[in-house]
C-alpha cells in the first residue's frame, strides 16, 4: 500500500513560483510513473504533469512551459515546480501512482491548496 503526502502549497499572486512535494512511501515508488493532478472547486480532478521511473515527463497542455515536474528515487519523493502561475491554476494538487490509462492506482493523499490571486 502506497501512503501519499503532499505538501508546498500556498497563497501567492500571479507569476509567481511554488514548489510542491510529495513523499511516498512503499517500494513501489520506484517502478511505477508518478503523477500530479489537481482538483479545482466545482472541476473534475485533472493530471496535470507525470514522470516515468526513468524519468520521462508529460504535461498537460495548460501547464506545459511553466510546470517541471522531476522525481528523487532516492527520496521516495517527487516535485512539482511551478512558475509563471495564474489565477486558473488555484486548485488542490495531489500525487498518485500514475497507471496510464487505468488512471492514478492509490489511494488519495489529502492534498495541498494552491491559490493563485490576480
Known amino acids: 500500500q502506497v501512503h501519499l503526502v503532499e505538501s508546498g502549497g500556498g497563497l501567492v499572486q500571479a507569476g509567481g513560483s511554488l514548489r510542491l512535494s510529495c513523499a511516498a512511501s512503499?517500494?513501489?515508488?520506484?517502478?511505477?510513473?508518478m503523477g500530479w493532478y489537481r482538483q479545482a472547486p466545482g472541476k473534475q480532478r485533472e493530471l496535470v504533469a507525470s514522470?516515468?521511473?526513468?524519468?520521462?515527463?508529460n504535461y498537460a497542455d495548460s501547464v506545459k512551459g511553466r510546470f517541471t515536474i522531476s522525481r528523487d528515487n532516492a527520496k521516495n519523493t517527487v516535485y512539482l515546480q511551478m512558475n509563471s502561475l495564474k489565477p486558473e491554476d488555484t486548485a488542490v494538487y495531489y500525487c498518485?501512482?500514475?497507471?496510464?490509462?487505468?488512471?492514478?492506482?492509490?489511494?488519495w493523499g489529502q492534498g495541498t491548496q494552491v491559490t493563485v490571486s490576480s
Open positions: 498518485n501512482v500514475d497507471g496510464g490509462p487505468l488512471g492514478p492506482l492509490a489511494g
Open positions: 512503499g517500494s513501489i515508488f520506484s517502478i511505477n510513473a
Open positions: 514522470v516515468s521511473s526513468g524519468g520521462n515527463t
